[in-house]
Each structure stands twice: as C-alpha cells, then as structure tokens.
C-alpha cells in the first residue's frame, strides 16, 4: 500500500465507517454491506491555512421575506417544490431505472431556457448525440441550453464558476469522481465528496443544481443516507416503468411541504401533466360490479379518488391467502379482523384480495372504510353504487373516526358526478357550502354495512 494510504471499510448502505470488514452493519443493521477503500489522511496544518473569521448575527437581524422562487412552468414539478425552484438549492431526484428522471429534467431545463435563462445539463452517462436523439423527439430547445459529458468534479467545478448557469443538472451523481479522493466513482466517499462540492457550489454562486441519483432494489438512493441529509429537496420517481403514469413524490423539502404529489403520463414526446389524477385513476372502471368501491385520499392539498377492489372468494386450504397490492398488506389484516370480531363475517375461511387499481400505492388511514366495504360487497355479492363514494377511517373497535379536509374531498367527488358520499359522521358537521351531493355519515362498520 502507498505510503500515507490506509484501508478502511464504510457501509454502503448508511455510510458507517470501520478499521476493520464486518458482517452486519452495527449503525443500520444491513447484513454484507462492507466495502473496502482506500483512504489518504489529511495532511496538519493544512486546515488551518484556510480557517476565516466566523460572521456571528442576532436572530432579529434575519430576513424573514419570502424566498423568490423560478416557475419551471411544469405545474405538476411546481407543487411539488413548493411553487417553484428556490435558487442556491440542491434537489435530489432518484427513481428507478427508466423510469423518466433524465427524461423530466431535461424537459425542466427546456422551460427554462425559452425564458432566457442559461441551464446547463452535465452528464456523466450519455454521450451528446444521446441527448440530442431524446431532445429531439420533445421539441425545439434553445441555444441558453448548454451540454457538458463529463465525469471529473474538478472540470466541472470549473465550467459551473466560468458559465455561472441560473440552474444545472448533475446525471448522475453516482458517475462524478473527485481525484482528491482516490476510491472509485459511486463509492461512498466519492458520492459524499462530490455531494459536498455540488453543495458549495449551489450556496456559494446561487446556482439551482438537480442531482440525479441511482436507487437500490428497495427503492432507496444508492450510496450513503448522508446524501439525503445534505441536500434541500429530496424527489422519488414512482411508478411501473412498463405503464404509462409516473408519480413524482417530495420526501424531503426544506422550502415546502412533503405531502404533495405530482402525476405524469410518458408519452412518445415525454412526460405530460395529468391535470385531474382522480378522472385518469377511475378511467375504465366497471359498472354494477361487486366488490369494487370508489375511496378518496389526500396527498398534500390534492384529492385523489381511486378505485378500491376486493375478492373474496372460499378458501381450500386451512390457512386462507390474503393479498394487497396498492396498500398496507398489515392493515387489511387489521381491518379483516374487526369485521370478523364487530361485524361476524367469517372471514378466517375465506381468501381476500386487495388491489387499488391503477397501480397507485396510498396508505392514508382515510381508506379504511373503503377497503372494508369493498370486502363486504364482495363477500356478500352486492355491488355498491357507481355514484357513492366513500372514506373514513377505522378503527379496533367499530368505529368510523374523523379525517382531514372532509370537504376537499367531496367537491371533488361532487366536480367528477358522484351522487352520495359516505363519510365519518363527526367529519359532516365540517362540511360548509357542499350543494348536488348527498352526505350520509356514519358511526360504525354496522352502519355502513346497512347501506350495502
């Protein structure tokens, strides 16, 4: 080994650092997650030349004026970011592969290049005839785009500081490498080093910079969770690559809210904005069918109505199968065994599968009612009206409890031609200006049964 140079193991999953391999992780506990690099000590004294004096302000002294903000003109990524790009920040955007990431920033830098502003597109994976062949099939871009195909940190600190760009997109984070640091490129301490240079650069010359980042089998970005930690906005590409919708999700955003949803549709052109998600998920839904009900959830300020379906079907094993897709696969074990203690359903005989059709993923505790009902209508055969919609949420003992913003959910029920809405009877005494929809409110499972 070079003299200066040691070897040390970081884990790839949390970014744990160790002298020595180890089997488990003992910060997250991930089994075989140890990697070898190699490592060169900072030299002392070398801190200090470039210590400066510390600037130390009073709390009353902070501006507090509301942060401007860049339209991408891309509502949907708009809402997400809380209104718009904040400048100086630092966005995480990972997904799965192909799922449209390079796709979405690419049409992002567009926008923003039709209104005069410089953006540069850096990418360390695609060569510039690539991007040319998919810019192509989205439209004319402008000459304010500038493309740059490069891997080395220090060649890029370069070009952003000579261009100084409004915004900047960085594909992919785990292709960039420091040789300061002489690991290999996606390494653990490549991926922190080349996080912490795109993050001074972002705060120091007020640049937007969007990092693309790889996912691992379980949906996480690749390399450590300090990636996360630094950055400002953290965006997750949602969705099966082999359909045609997409769901951008904020899971972290230090200038907005993270409850918020964006949805696209990739098409031949790329991604188009689904202006009314609740029409695109009930599209095709079938008519007098048992089992299927229509439930509302909130992401955000956004309601979105979806198709709830059920199957229950008599068991020929002695242990029945239960299957849900869509949501908590717990919770309709939860929600099966209050029909079968509160209601009497024997439902221990019988197989139940759950499905959200679609193939969105809500977990939000106002479906409860929904799913339950769909299993009733199901067991019993009867179908439930395609004008009513229904949400609640359940709880151990019976009871239909209150959920949030009852009545952003019935306008949107009443605004797609729903005729009855079935909600929590504590919710109905918040509802105000609600007209052409009737509201039936419950207290408990048996009174919603007795509407089927």
């Known amino acids: 080994m070079a003299k200066g140079k040691k070897s040390v193991f970081f884990c790839q999953n949390c970014g744990h650092e160790e002298s020595k391999w180890l089997g488990q992780c003992p910060m997250c506990r991930e089994w ?19 210590l400066r004096e510390a600037e130390v302000v009073t709390l009353s002294s902070v501006s507090t004026k509301q942060e401007d903000r860049m339209k991408t003109r891309i509502e949907e990524l708009d809402r997400v970011l809380g209104g718009g790009i904040v400048s100086g920040s630092l966005v995480l955007v990972g997904g799965d592969p192909g799922i449209g990431k390079s796709t979405l920033l690419l049409q992002v830098c567009r926008r923003l290049a039709e209104d005069a502003k410089k953006v540069l597109y850096i990418s360390g994976e695609e060569s510039v005839r690539q991007i040319k062949l998919r810019a192509d099939r989205m439209g004319e871009f402008s000459d304010n785009l500038l493309l740059l195909c490069e891997t080395n940190l220090e060649l890029v600190r370069q070009v952003l500081e000579r261009e100084r760009p409004v915004a900047a997109v960085i594909d992919s984070i785990q292709t960039m490498y420091s040789e300061g640091v002489s690991s290999a490129p996606g390494s653990v301490s490549q991926v922190r080093e080349a996080t912490n240079t795109l993050m001074q650069l972002a705060k120091g010359l007020n640049i937007t910079i969007f990092i693309v980042g790889h996912v691992t089998k379980e949906g996480t970005v690749a390399g450590p969770r300090v990636l996360e930690h630094m950055v400002d906005t953290v965006l997750y590409f949602e969705g099966d690559r082999h359909a045609s919708y997409r769901i951008l999700r904020g899971v972290k955003n230090r200038f907005g809210s993270t409850n918020e949803i964006g949805v696209f549709e990739m098409r031949e052109t790329g991604l188009e904005e689904v202006a009314n998600p609740s029409e695109y998920m009930l599209n095709g839904r079938p008519e007098n069918a048992s089992g299927s009900v229509v439930a509302c959830s909130m992401e955000g300020t956004r ?14 094993f002695g242990m029945p ?24 359903l024997p439902l221990s005989g019988y197989d139940a599968y759950i499905n959200i059709a679609g193939g969105i993923r809500m ?9 339950v009902m769909a ?10 009206s395609d004008g009513t919609i229904v949400f609640g949420e359940v709880g151990l003992s019976g009871e239909v409890r209150a959920v949030s913003m009852p009545e952003q959910r019935a306008a949107e029920a009443r605004k797609l031609g729903f ?25 408990s499972v048996n009174q919603a049964m007795n509407l089927i």
């Open 32 to 50: 075989n997650t140890f990697a070898e690099e190699k490592v060169t000590p900072a030299k002392p004294g070398a801190a200090k030349s470039t």
């Open 303 to 316: 309601p979105i109505l979806m198709e709830i379906q059920a199957l229950v079907c008599k068991s020929n």
């Open 321 to 344: 199968r239960r299957t849900a897709a869509g949501t908590d696969y717990n919770r309709v074990n939860l929600l099966m065994a209050v029909l079968e203690k509160r209601i009497g």
């Open 363 to 371: 977990n939000e505790p106002a479906v409860d009612l929904g799913i």
């Open 375 to 384: 299993i009733v209508s199901s067991y019993k055969n009867r179908p439930i």
């Open 419 to 443: 005729e009855t809405c079935i909600m929590p009877e504590v919710s109905r005494g918040m509802l105000k200006n609600i007209k052409g929809i009737e509201i039936i409110g419950v207290k």
